[in-house]
T-cell receptor
Framework: DAGITQSPRHKVTETGTPVTLRCHQTENHRYMYWYRQDPGHGLRLIHY???????DKGEVSDGYSVSRSKTEDFLLTLESATSSQTSVYFC?????????????FGDGTRLSIL | SQQGEEDPQALSIQEGENATMNCSYK?????LQWYRQNSGRGLVHLILIRSNEREKHSGRLRVTLDTSKKSSSLLITASRAADTASYFC????????????FGKGTRLSVIA
């Protein structure tokens, strides 16, 4: 399996609190992605990065920010968590452009916002 | 959005039977990919088929692509209980640099 670690794996927090999820890779891949997975919606892209300090928005970016200060780490921050952000969050990595290479996924972070 | 849509949403078969899942998409693509997700785990890449390919095989998997109909199918032959999972198609943009868009998946149950 590709070396991807997501932390934490589970988190319960309250509405209005800030939350940061971390994705760490040991593959030196250029591309990193954050998705959320919800019943009835499948997998939706939140933000992605195509290099250190280079990020772009995905389909459902409102309420989320990201940072990538090192190749190996991609952080997803919920500035003020809302109940609608309760979801399972997946990080993925890829070596080349999105359509030229398979993406490798972490095992997810289950986030519950009460 | 050029989201792929899988069909059926759920499929239940006996071990040893073949399973076929379909994916339809809306706009021109560069490539189409299929992924599997076991319960509680991340997605695992199965196969990538390019827009100029019509069929591709990988072990017990056979993927077809019909760009004129904007559709793809994933066939799993001689299914096993371990094939029980959700299967997703993912499409890209014509430029090749557009992030993948995933469908909602087909839940496959293989009964021993």
């Amino acid at each position: 399996d590709a070396g991807i670690t997501q932390s934490p794996r589970h988190k319960v927090t309250e509405t209005g609190t800030p939350v940061t999820l971390r994705c760490h890779q040991t593959e030196n891949h250029r591309y990193m992605y954050w998705y959320r997975q919800d019943p009835g919606h499948g997998l939706r892209l939140i933000h992605y990065s195509y290099g250190v300090k280079d990020t772009d928005k995905g389909e459902v970016s409102d309420g989320y920010s990201v940072s990538r200060s090192k190749t190996e780490d991609f952080l997803l921050t919920l500035e003020s968590a809302t109940s609608s952000q309760t979801s399972v969050y997946f990080c993925a990595i890829g070596d080349r452009g999105p359509s030229n290479q398979p993406q490798h996924f972490g095992d997810g972070t289950r986030l519950s916002i009460l | 959005s050029q989201q792929g849509e899988e069909d059926p949403q759920a499929l239940s078969i006996q071990e040893g039977e073949n399973a076929t899942m379909n994916c339809s998409y809306k706009t021109s693509i560069n490539n189409l990919q299929w992924y599997r997700q076991n319960s509680g785990r991340g997605l695992v890449h199965l196969i990538l088929i390019r827009s100029n390919e019509r069929e591709k095989h990988s072990g017990r998997l056979r993927v077809t692509l019909d760009t004129s109909k904007k559709s793809s199918s994933l066939l799993i032959t001689a299914s096993r209980a371990a094939d029980t999972a959700s299967y997703f198609c993912a499409t890209d943009g014509r430029s090749g640099n557009t992030p993948l868009v995933f469908g909602k998946g087909t839940r496959l149950s293989v009964i021993a």
